[in-house]
């Protein structure tokens, strides 16, 4: 069959689309590209782990424990949102990717047109929700008396920087589907700095407290996507995309919609379990409370290399499945199960020797500090399982199975992780060490379940091969 001016756009022969297999997926050592693509992710996670992180070490270390508990559980809420968001936008990551394996440039440009008229509306209504809520919402989860003020200031302030973690990772979201994890990276660099120097010129200098690091957090997150959204308008894309393209596309929504949406109440779910693990801390005491903030955002540095790969493999399958080279998505799923697991098992051994070393970043508070020591230990066991779980995840998600993941969460989460948590926090109220350990225990679960779905899969394909040979 003959093809037309424009399908011809679309070959590998075309000077405009071969600018773009410069990130294409699809061609190459399999371990190399899949490392070349992931270290830029990971380097955008760490840093705005690192600068999330700083408004907590900041005030560990230039206010009382009420200040801690306040910014922990104030960022736990907003971390629902940003969450959400993420989870939302890998459905863009995976059709735009998809498309683009397909080289498929119309179809991109009706997702990417979509996708920004998605998460507009996103914006409209999370941005005042949560605003309005936040006092509600920070009385619900049990917060100690002392940091009530503080909570409410810092989330008053954080709120209204929602439409500005809509830009940045939905704009993240974009490039990545189209195989560039630099410019995202870029991105998050501006936002570190601005928040890490706000933290310190705020709150240290200038002793605002909580509200200087929401107020440095609301400036990173408006600077970064600002300049993200520069760099969206200006850039030029493997394919025709205008101001007519920014519309609704029922076909291309709907398939952004039955992605994202599962990623995105999986991701919602498991922050709202570290919420309610928060909740039953809180329960406990102020330094229990501090402690399992303290613990969280450790744990968010040791997952960085799980979460970085789970996006990265996303991207991966999603192009290369839809290239018809699916043995290459494989290939790139167990690779990343192999590094993750090495580093999660470093992780997990790091966290028994010296607790203190890493707890100490982010509290001086003896009481908070012995509590978190504790809880961390059994905690660390998780970033082992973990490792191969997030893995799976990001192959799933790319081949638009995203289903699978939300149910194994569900259950991994209600019928393992917080009754346990709850039972082992009630059956030992004296030590937070046993609490850590429904973690590890939900993520097993998780396993099971992933198995059980993957043997199944196996044997109804083995099935279909001996009918099809019958037949």
């Not at 498309?99 to 209504?125: E, P, Q, R, Y």
């Not at 008053?156 to 994890?181: E, H, K, T, Y």
């Not at 303290?294 to 839809?322: D, R």
């Not at 917080?418 to 679960?445: E, H, K, R, W």
């Amino acid at each position: 069959m003959k093809s037309t001016g424009q399908d011809d756009c679309n070959q590998l022969s075309c000077p405009f689309f071969r600018r773009v297999m410069e990130k294409d997926l699809t061609q190459g050592n399999v371990k190399k590209l899949l490392i070349a693509f992931a270290l830029p992710f990971l380097a955008a996670n760490l840093l705005q782990a690192l600068y999330g992180a700083t408004d907590l070490f900041v005030v560990g270390q230039f206010n009382t424990a009420s200040a801690t508990s306040a910014v922990n559980i104030g960022s736990q809420i907003m971390q629902i949102v940003t969450s959400f968001v993420i989870g939302f936008s890998m459905g863009s990551t995976v059709i735009i990717g998809k498309h683009i394996g397909k080289h498929n440039g119309d179809k991109a440009a009706k997702t990417l047109g979509s996708t920004i008229i998605i998460f507009v509306l996103c914006a409209v209504i999370l941005t005042p929700l949560i605003f309005f809520l936040s006092p509600y919402i920070i009385l619900l989860l049990q917060t100690p008396q002392e940091a009530i003020i503080e909570a409410k200031t810092y989330m008053w302030i954080c709120s209204i920087g929602i439409p500005f973690i809509i830009a940045f990772n939905v704009i993240s979201a974009i490039l990545r589907g189209m195989g560039d994890s630099k410019t995202p990276m870029i991105i998050v660099v501006v936002a570190c700095v601005v928040n890490v120097g706000g933290d310190f010129l705020l709150t240290g200098l200038c002793k605002m407290g909580v509200m200087g690091v929401a107020v440095a957090t609301f400036a990173a997150q408006a600077i970064s996507s600002i300049v993200g959204i520069i760099i969206l308008i200006k850039r030029k894309f493997s394919f025709p995309f205008n101001k007519k393209n920014v519309r609704l596309d029922k076909a291309e929504s709907k398939d952004i919609l039955k992605i994202g949406l599962p990623i995105a109440m999986q991701d919602t779910l498991i922050n709202i379990s570290f919420i309610i693990l928060t909740m039953i801390a809180n329960m406990r005491n102020l330094a229990c409370s501090s402690a399992v903030g303290v613990v969280e955002k450790l744990i968010l540095f040791m997952f960085l290399v799980p979460s970085s790969m789970l996006s990265s493999i996303s991207a991966f399958t999603a192009q290369n499945v839809s290239a018809e080279k699916p043995a290459r998505a494989v290939s790139a799923t167990k690779f990343g199960m192999l590094i993750t697991f090495v580093f999660g098992s470093l992780m997990c051994i790091l966290s028994w020797c010296c607790p203190q070393i890493l707890t100490r970043i982010f509290s001086k508070d003896t009481a908070v500090i012995a509590e978190a020591n504790e809880y961390l230990k059994t905690y660390s066991i998780d970033c082992i399982f973990v490792a191969i779980v997030f893995c799976l995840n990001g192959y799933l998600c790319g081949k638009g199975q995203t289903l699978i993941t939300f149910l194994h969460s569900v259950v991994s989460i209600f019928l393992v992780r917080l009754p346990v948590a709850f039972f082992l926090s009630n059956a030992y109220p004296t030590t937070m060490l046993p609490m850590g350990l429904a973690s590890a225990l939900g993520s097993i679960m998780s396993l099971i379940v992933l198995g059980l779905y993957f043997m199944t899969v196996h044997l109804k394909t083995k099935r279909n091969r001996k009918t099809d040979y019958c037949d």
